[in-house]
């Protein structure tokens, strides 16, 4: 079954760190694929924001302005998984996380290109 599948969600101050991972199965991951992965976040009451993205095949990676120099996507290619370092934490980076696959992805921080979606991890970040 193709599937996506976060944890490392929790709760911490503000100033903290956290990581995120996404293991990805054999078939929605590998390195020769085409396939882009993404970390989104939804917090109440606002749209889904597009926090990070990478593409395994070859390292390129984007990030939202409001992540830059805080958060750190990386890959692990034997694991099939995908992490979101998270340093520097605010409050508003409180929201449910999601990682997303894609084959077609032109704009990588727009959900609209992503067709795998995994159930989500919470970060709580206290001031």
């Known amino acids: 079954e193709v599937q996506l599948v976060e944890s490392g969600g929790g709760s911490v101050r503000a100033g903290g760190s956290l990581r995120l991972s996404c293991v990805a199965s054999?078939?929605?991951?590998?390195?020769?694929?085409?396939?882009?992965i993404g970390w989104f976040r939804q917090a109440p009451g606002k749209e889904r924001e597009g926090v990070a993205s990478?593409?395994?095949?070859?390292?390129?990676?984007h990030y939202a302005d409001s992540v830059k120099g805080r958060f750190t996507i990386s890959q692990d290619n034997a694991l099939h998984t995908v992490y979101l370092q998270m340093d520097s934490l605010k409050p508003e980076d409180t929201a449910m996380y999601y990682c997303?696959?894609?084959?077609?992805?032109?704009?990588?921080?727009?959900?609209?290109?992503?067709?795998?979606w995994g159930q989500g991890t919470q970060v709580t970040v206290s001031s």
């Open positions: 997303a696959a894609g084959n077609y992805v032109p704009l990588p921080l727009k959900a609209a290109y992503y067709n795998l």
């Open positions: 990478v593409y395994p095949g070859g390292g390129g990676t």
């Open positions: 054999p078939y929605t991951y590998g390195p020769y694929s085409m396939t882009v």
